[in-house]
Protein backbone atom coordinates (compact mmCIF):
# COMPACT_ATOMS: atom_id res chain seq x y z
CA UNK A 1 0.00 0.00 0.00
CA UNK A 2 1.26 3.11 -0.73
CA UNK A 3 2.40 5.82 2.05
CA UNK A 4 0.30 8.45 0.95
CA UNK A 5 -2.53 8.97 -1.77
CA UNK A 6 -1.09 10.15 -4.85
CA UNK A 7 -2.78 11.38 -7.96
CA UNK A 8 -1.79 12.14 -11.66
CA UNK A 9 -3.22 15.54 -13.82
CA UNK A 10 -3.56 15.12 -17.82
CA UNK A 11 -4.50 17.65 -20.28
CA UNK A 12 -6.61 16.62 -23.12
CA UNK A 13 -4.22 16.18 -26.53
CA UNK A 14 -5.48 17.99 -29.64
CA UNK A 15 -4.43 15.16 -32.02
CA UNK A 16 -4.73 11.56 -32.83
CA UNK A 17 -0.92 11.63 -31.72
CA UNK A 18 -1.32 13.37 -28.94
CA UNK A 19 -4.19 10.95 -27.71
CA UNK A 20 -2.28 7.99 -28.25
CA UNK A 21 0.31 9.17 -25.98
CA UNK A 22 -1.72 10.14 -23.32
CA UNK A 23 -3.23 6.41 -23.56
CA UNK A 24 -0.07 5.61 -23.43
CA UNK A 25 1.06 7.47 -20.45
CA UNK A 26 -2.31 5.99 -18.55
CA UNK A 27 -1.80 2.50 -19.30
CA UNK A 28 1.90 3.02 -17.54
CA UNK A 29 0.44 5.30 -14.48
CA UNK A 30 -2.45 3.74 -13.71
CA UNK A 31 -0.99 0.16 -12.59
CA UNK A 32 0.80 2.52 -9.65
CA UNK A 33 -2.88 2.87 -7.99
CA UNK A 34 -3.89 6.71 -8.40
CA UNK A 35 -6.48 8.06 -6.45
CA UNK A 36 -8.06 9.93 -9.79
CA UNK A 37 -6.66 11.23 -13.08
CA UNK A 38 -7.74 14.67 -13.55
CA UNK A 39 -7.86 16.22 -16.62
CA UNK A 40 -7.87 20.08 -17.45
CA UNK A 41 -9.84 22.94 -18.92
CA UNK A 42 -8.97 24.98 -21.44
CA UNK A 43 -8.80 29.06 -20.78
CA UNK A 44 -12.81 30.13 -21.62
CA UNK A 45 -13.81 26.47 -21.86
CA UNK A 46 -11.46 26.94 -25.21
CA UNK A 47 -10.98 23.01 -24.62
CA UNK A 48 -14.45 21.85 -23.23
CA UNK A 49 -14.92 19.28 -26.08
CA UNK A 50 -11.39 17.72 -25.82
CA UNK A 51 -11.65 17.56 -22.50
CA UNK A 52 -15.22 15.63 -22.21
CA UNK A 53 -13.43 13.42 -24.80
CA UNK A 54 -11.06 12.28 -22.89
CA UNK A 55 -12.57 12.33 -19.59
CA UNK A 56 -15.42 9.67 -21.23
CA UNK A 57 -12.24 8.11 -22.29
CA UNK A 58 -11.31 7.60 -18.75
CA UNK A 59 -14.47 6.60 -17.94
CA UNK A 60 -15.09 4.10 -20.09
CA UNK A 61 -11.93 2.48 -19.08
CA UNK A 62 -13.14 2.50 -15.45
CA UNK A 63 -11.04 5.11 -14.21
CA UNK A 64 -11.84 7.59 -11.26
CA UNK A 65 -11.50 11.24 -12.95
CA UNK A 66 -11.70 14.51 -11.64
CA UNK A 67 -12.43 16.90 -14.25
CA UNK A 68 -11.10 20.87 -14.28
CA UNK A 69 -13.86 23.03 -14.85
CA UNK A 70 -13.04 27.18 -14.83
CA UNK A 71 -16.12 29.90 -14.76
CA UNK A 72 -14.49 32.70 -16.02
CA UNK A 73 -16.47 33.97 -19.43
CA UNK A 74 -19.72 31.31 -18.63
CA UNK A 75 -22.70 31.67 -17.74
CA UNK A 76 -24.26 29.99 -15.13
CA UNK A 77 -26.71 27.56 -17.60
CA UNK A 78 -23.56 26.57 -19.35
CA UNK A 79 -22.26 25.52 -15.75
CA UNK A 80 -25.36 23.84 -15.03
CA UNK A 81 -25.11 21.91 -18.40
CA UNK A 82 -21.51 20.87 -17.83
CA UNK A 83 -22.20 19.52 -13.98
CA UNK A 84 -25.48 17.82 -15.02
CA UNK A 85 -23.15 16.18 -17.74
CA UNK A 86 -20.29 15.11 -15.44
CA UNK A 87 -23.06 13.84 -12.82
CA UNK A 88 -24.74 11.39 -15.35
CA UNK A 89 -21.58 10.19 -15.81
CA UNK A 90 -21.42 8.88 -12.48
CA UNK A 91 -18.02 11.76 -11.39
CA UNK A 92 -17.95 12.20 -7.82
CA UNK A 93 -14.98 14.82 -8.28
CA UNK A 94 -14.45 18.34 -9.64
CA UNK A 95 -11.33 20.72 -9.56
CA UNK A 96 -13.12 23.93 -9.27
CA UNK A 97 -11.10 26.82 -10.74
CA UNK A 98 -11.69 30.79 -11.83
CA UNK A 99 -9.62 30.33 -14.93
CA UNK A 100 -7.92 32.40 -17.08
CA UNK A 101 -10.13 34.60 -19.32
CA UNK A 102 -9.11 34.02 -22.73
CA UNK A 103 -7.94 36.81 -24.94
CA UNK A 104 -10.24 38.78 -26.83
CA UNK A 105 -13.00 37.72 -24.74
CA UNK A 106 -14.28 41.10 -22.86
CA UNK A 107 -17.34 39.60 -20.85
CA UNK A 108 -16.08 37.80 -17.37
CA UNK A 109 -19.41 36.00 -17.90
CA UNK A 110 -21.38 35.12 -14.62
CA UNK A 111 -18.78 33.57 -12.33
CA UNK A 112 -15.84 36.43 -11.69
CA UNK A 113 -14.15 34.19 -9.34
CA UNK A 114 -13.95 30.58 -7.92
CA UNK A 115 -15.58 30.98 -4.53
CA UNK A 116 -18.58 31.75 -6.87
CA UNK A 117 -18.37 28.83 -8.71
CA UNK A 118 -17.63 26.49 -5.58
CA UNK A 119 -20.82 28.41 -3.63
CA UNK A 120 -23.09 27.60 -7.12
CA UNK A 121 -21.76 23.75 -7.65
CA UNK A 122 -23.04 23.20 -3.72
CA UNK A 123 -26.69 24.92 -4.27
CA UNK A 124 -27.42 23.29 -6.75
CA UNK A 125 -25.94 19.84 -6.66
CA UNK A 126 -25.32 19.50 -2.67
CA UNK A 127 -22.79 17.23 -1.82
CA UNK A 128 -22.69 15.39 -5.24
CA UNK A 129 -19.09 16.14 -5.75
CA UNK A 130 -15.96 16.69 -3.78
CA UNK A 131 -14.91 19.77 -4.50
CA UNK A 132 -11.04 20.62 -4.85
CA UNK A 133 -9.61 24.20 -5.70
CA UNK A 134 -6.40 25.45 -6.09
CA UNK A 135 -4.04 26.67 -3.64
CA UNK A 136 -0.70 29.36 -3.87
CA UNK A 137 2.10 28.53 -1.53
CA UNK A 138 3.97 31.42 -3.38
CA UNK A 139 1.32 33.21 -3.78
CA UNK A 140 -1.24 34.05 -7.23
CA UNK A 141 0.54 36.77 -9.50
CA UNK A 142 -2.17 38.80 -9.17
CA UNK A 143 -3.05 38.69 -5.36
CA UNK A 144 -2.44 42.21 -3.83
CA UNK A 145 -0.91 40.87 -0.84
CA UNK A 146 0.22 37.64 0.80
CA UNK A 147 -2.92 38.63 3.39
CA UNK A 148 -5.08 39.08 0.34
CA UNK A 149 -4.42 35.60 -1.08
CA UNK A 150 -4.92 33.96 2.03
CA UNK A 151 -8.48 35.73 2.16
CA UNK A 152 -9.33 34.83 -1.34
CA UNK A 153 -7.91 30.85 -0.34
CA UNK A 154 -10.30 30.90 2.84
CA UNK A 155 -13.31 32.44 1.05
CA UNK A 156 -13.17 29.24 -1.68
CA UNK A 157 -13.24 26.76 1.52
CA UNK A 158 -15.81 28.43 3.43
CA UNK A 159 -17.96 28.43 -0.43
CA UNK A 160 -18.01 24.58 0.64
CA UNK A 161 -14.32 23.04 -0.78
CA UNK A 162 -13.37 20.03 0.05
CA UNK A 163 -9.46 20.10 -0.25
CA UNK A 164 -6.83 22.13 -2.40
CA UNK A 165 -4.49 20.63 -4.96
CA UNK A 166 -1.10 23.66 -5.06
CA UNK A 167 0.45 25.19 -7.79
CA UNK A 168 3.91 23.65 -8.34
CA UNK A 169 6.59 24.63 -6.38
CA UNK A 170 10.22 24.16 -5.46
CA UNK A 171 10.48 25.57 -1.97
CA UNK A 172 9.05 22.98 0.50
CA UNK A 173 9.09 25.96 3.32
CA UNK A 174 6.83 27.87 1.23
CA UNK A 175 3.98 24.82 1.27
CA UNK A 176 4.60 24.28 5.20
CA UNK A 177 4.50 28.05 6.20
CA UNK A 178 1.17 28.53 3.65
CA UNK A 179 -0.54 25.20 5.55
CA UNK A 180 0.92 26.66 9.07
CA UNK A 181 -0.98 29.93 7.97
CA UNK A 182 -4.30 28.04 6.94
CA UNK A 183 -4.21 26.43 9.90
CA UNK A 184 -3.40 29.42 12.41
CA UNK A 185 -7.24 31.01 10.61
CA UNK A 186 -9.07 27.72 11.27
CA UNK A 187 -8.60 25.85 7.63
CA UNK A 188 -8.86 22.56 7.95
CA UNK A 189 -9.13 21.00 4.56
CA UNK A 190 -6.13 18.53 3.18
CA UNK A 191 -3.99 21.23 0.63
CA UNK A 192 -1.95 18.32 -1.62
CA UNK A 193 1.09 19.73 -2.82
CA UNK A 194 1.36 19.81 -6.33
CA UNK A 195 4.43 18.03 -7.57
CA UNK A 196 5.71 18.94 -11.18
CA UNK A 197 8.96 16.66 -12.83
CA UNK A 198 11.99 18.76 -13.80
CA UNK A 199 12.64 17.38 -17.78
CA UNK A 200 12.72 20.65 -19.72
CA UNK A 201 14.19 23.90 -18.46
CA UNK A 202 13.52 26.57 -21.23
CA UNK A 203 9.64 25.09 -20.94
CA UNK A 204 9.21 25.02 -17.06
CA UNK A 205 11.24 28.57 -16.99
CA UNK A 206 7.88 29.73 -19.17
CA UNK A 207 5.70 28.31 -17.55
CA UNK A 208 7.03 29.46 -14.33
CA UNK A 209 7.23 32.96 -15.24
CA UNK A 210 3.58 33.25 -16.05
CA UNK A 211 2.39 31.68 -13.32
CA UNK A 212 4.30 32.94 -10.79
CA UNK A 213 5.97 29.94 -9.32
CA UNK A 214 9.68 30.21 -8.01
CA UNK A 215 12.32 28.38 -9.31
CA UNK A 216 15.10 28.83 -6.65
CA UNK A 217 18.25 30.67 -8.61
CA UNK A 218 20.81 27.15 -7.48
CA UNK A 219 18.41 25.03 -9.26
CA UNK A 220 18.23 27.57 -12.52
CA UNK A 221 21.88 27.88 -12.67
CA UNK A 222 22.34 24.20 -12.30
CA UNK A 223 19.85 23.41 -15.08
CA UNK A 224 21.23 26.41 -17.19
CA UNK A 225 25.02 24.90 -16.95
CA UNK A 226 23.18 21.76 -18.57
CA UNK A 227 22.65 23.49 -22.03
CA UNK A 228 20.90 20.84 -24.63
CA UNK A 229 21.68 17.58 -22.64
CA UNK A 230 18.10 16.48 -21.86
CA UNK A 231 19.62 13.47 -20.34
CA UNK A 232 21.56 15.86 -17.63
CA UNK A 233 18.63 17.78 -16.87
CA UNK A 234 16.11 15.18 -16.28
CA UNK A 235 18.65 13.49 -13.55
CA UNK A 236 19.19 16.87 -11.76
CA UNK A 237 15.24 17.12 -11.92
CA UNK A 238 14.39 13.98 -10.57
CA UNK A 239 17.47 14.07 -7.73
CA UNK A 240 15.84 17.69 -6.89
CA UNK A 241 11.94 16.86 -7.01
CA UNK A 242 12.60 13.86 -5.49
CA UNK A 243 14.31 15.56 -2.48
CA UNK A 244 11.36 17.72 -1.96
CA UNK A 245 8.72 15.24 -2.44
CA UNK A 246 10.76 12.97 0.30
CA UNK A 247 10.73 16.28 2.51
CA UNK A 248 7.32 16.83 2.38
CA UNK A 249 6.44 13.48 3.15
CA UNK A 250 8.34 13.58 6.13
CA UNK A 251 6.41 17.04 6.82
CA UNK A 252 2.69 15.65 6.75
CA UNK A 253 1.64 16.07 3.21
CA UNK A 254 -1.83 14.42 3.16
CA UNK A 255 -1.06 13.63 -0.75
CA UNK A 256 0.46 14.30 -4.28
CA UNK A 257 -0.74 15.47 -7.27
CA UNK A 258 1.46 14.89 -10.32
CA UNK A 259 1.84 17.54 -13.13
CA UNK A 260 2.48 15.03 -15.93
CA UNK A 261 2.25 16.62 -19.06
CA UNK A 262 0.42 13.98 -20.28
CA UNK A 263 4.28 12.17 -20.06
CA UNK A 264 4.42 8.65 -17.47
CA UNK A 265 8.07 8.74 -17.46
CA UNK A 266 8.89 11.21 -14.96
CA UNK A 267 5.88 10.66 -12.62
CA UNK A 268 6.48 7.06 -12.83
CA UNK A 269 10.15 7.14 -11.83
CA UNK A 270 9.60 9.73 -9.11
CA UNK A 271 7.03 7.24 -7.72
CA UNK A 272 9.03 4.18 -7.93
CA UNK A 273 11.74 6.15 -5.61
CA UNK A 274 9.18 7.46 -3.50
CA UNK A 275 7.64 3.93 -2.47
CA UNK A 276 4.43 4.81 -4.08
CA UNK A 277 4.44 2.30 -6.42
Same mark, same amino acid.
Request: proline share 6%; hydrophobic share 40%.
Given at each position: ??????? $???????????? @? %????? +? #?? !? &??????? $???????????? @? %????? +? #?? !? &??????????????????? @????????????????????????????? @???????????????????????????????????????????????????????????????????????????????????????????????????????????????????????????????????????????????????????????????????????????
Amino acid at each position: MSPIPFS $FELFPPKTPAGL @E %RLQAS +V #AE !L &RPLGPEY $FSVTYGAGGSTR @E %RTFET +V #AW !L &REQGIDTAPHLSCIGSQRS @EIDEILDHYRNQGIHRLVALRGDMPSGMG @EPGDFHHADELVRHIRATQGDWFRIEVAAYPEFHPQAANARADLDHFEHKVKAGADGAITQYFYNADAYFAFRDDCVRRGIEVPIVPGIMPITNYLQLARFSDACGAEIPRWVRKRLEACGDDLEAIRAFGHEVVLGQCQRLMQGGAPAFHFYTLNQAAPALALCRDLGLA
